[in-house]
């Protein structure tokens, strides 16, 4: 399978129509299926040492979560109707209520904070795609932790352009996460084996 195989020039005519088919996509052990840009996107999962990393900034962040929030690392699958995108973000936060569902589609403009880790498939649209759309969501806080250039981004302040604001520290240095989580995430130990 190609890493980025898209169903292209054979998708459904509207974003409701690729939800289905999304559910109804037999996607292959080691892969995830995302909709961007107007494609079903499958891609390949992360590297191992990428679990690491995600177990380091649900330890560091869950402390300081807003409350009756949870954090959570996995694959589960949030809708950007307004957008018609669908991501299934590294890390996500939202409140308890968000996951009180029997639906395998859950509302990506409640959560508070979404995590991304790159990876060579996927830099592009991590970058570009998803900062623009978790912003115009009000998502108050996106985390791009960049595996290849060894670098993490904090993007805050949400409007309908994408974020306002962002920081940027290589791994290794502590970057300051904004509120509704006002803490300072240590990247140490982010850093590829």
Known sequence: MAERPTTNGTEPHSFEGLLDTLDELDVPDGYQAEIIRGNIVVSPWSKGYY???MELVCEQLRPHLPEEHRISYGPF???FPGAERAYGPDIHVGHRNISRSTSNRLDGEALSFV????????????????VETYGKAGVPVY???DMQEEQATVFWMPSAKGYESSCSKPFGEKLPIPEPFDCVLDTTGFKAP
Not at 117 to 123: A, E, I, Q, V
């Open 143 to 145: 985390l791009l932790l």
């Open 115 to 130: 995590a991304e880790l790159t990876s060579p498939s996927t830099w592009d649209d991590d970058l570009s795609d998803k």
């Open 77 to 79: 699958l949030y809708v």
């Open 51 to 53: 679990l690491d990393v």
